[in-house]
């Protein structure tokens, strides 16, 4: 095998609590994620040299910054493999959007490689060398719906319903170390349990970012109030991307009919596993 193509999914942040802040900054969080049947893809060639090639430029992100290159970097760093890749990525998702399009662009690559370079680590190995380039990253690795803590990297799986999505981008960039900077964002969430999360359901499920990060992008206010009008709606991660439930597909892409220019929706079914496992075969 010398040659991959592999989608790079969505996630949503179905809940979010801040709990705490530590002493290195970083924010104590509890969440529930859940992918998407809708992102990025990646197309993967391997290659005999050592090196990395990216075709894909994305706005102000420096090549070497891309956490897609990044990643193929630290793989080989971390195995000692000659071997390399040239990369091309499809990008579909939103760059500040909430959807971790990064980070899950990331994992693809670290799951991919793996396996054209047969390096046959295993997923708690790559999780762990995620966890280096992102907080989100390993639970794009492990490939399962979980509820997590820590700054997001404590997973436990979990099964979640899994109804259709409209996710709307109001066509901005939210800045996550504004939002986390921010006076008033709300740090004194009392943690509850997952099985408590679980019983309470998709009604009483919240992001604690939400009101801060309405307060300090209009634009995001304006586009959750719009689509507020459809179906109770929630903010995923920062944003700037906001989202509600259907039961069915229909319905929900009767709401793509009345977006308002500069906009960007689209829809999705939720899923339990990930897009990237199923076409791995790793479920």
């Known amino acids: 095998m ?18 705490g802040r530590r002493s290195d900054g970083y924010h104590e969080l509890q969440t529930l994620f859940q992918f998407l049947d809708h992102g990025d893809t990646l197309r993967l060639r391997r290659r005999d040299d050592a090196a990395v090639t990216l075709d894909t430029p ?13 990643a193929a970097r630290l793989l080989q760093a971390e195995t000692g493999c000659g ?4 990369i091309h990525l499809d990008k579909r ?17 670290l799951l991919a490689l793996n396996r054209l370079w047969s390096l046959e680590l295993s997923l708690e190995h790559l999780a762990a060398l995620g966890l280096r380039l992102g907080a989100d990253v390993p639970v794009f690795v492990r490939g399962h719906a979980a509820w997590a803590e820590g700054i997001g990297e404590r997973l436990t799986p979990v099964e979640l319903d899994t109804p259709w999505f409209v996710v709307l981008h109001p066509g901005i960039e939210v800045s996550t170390p504004r939002v986390f900077g921010a006076p008033q964002l ?21 992001n604690d970012c939400e009101s801060t990060v309405r307060r300090l992008y209009p634009a995001v206010d304006e586009a959750f109030d719009w689509l507020s ?14 989202f509600c439930s ?4 229909a319905e929900a892409r009767r709401i793509l009919e009345h977006v308002r220019d500069g906009w960007h929706a689209f829809v999705a079914r939720g899923c339990n596993v990930s897009p990237l496992h199923q076409a791995l075969g790793l479920f």
């Not at 740090?187 to 499920?205: F, K, N, V």
């Not at 259907?246 to 597909?249: C, D, W």
Request: charged share 20%; glycine share 14%.
């Open 186 to 206: 709300t740090r004194d969430t009392p943690p509850i349990s997952m099985a408590r999360a679980l019983q309470e359901g998709p009604r009483t499920w919240r």
């Open 93 to 109: 998702l939103p760059l500040g959007g909430g959807l971790g399009g990064g980070s899950s662009d990331a994992a693809t690559t």
């Open 246 to 249: 259907l039961r069915h597909e």
């Open 229 to 242: 009008g459809f179906a109770p709606t929630r903010l995923t991660g920062t944003g700037a991307c906001l």
């Open 2 to 19: 010398s040659e991959l193509v592999l989608p790079a999914p969505a996630k949503l942040n179905r809940l979010l609590h801040i709990t």
């Open 83 to 86: 071997l390399g890749a040239d």
């Open 58 to 70: 994305l706005g102000e992100v420096a090549r070497d910054d891309n956490l897609v290159v990044r």
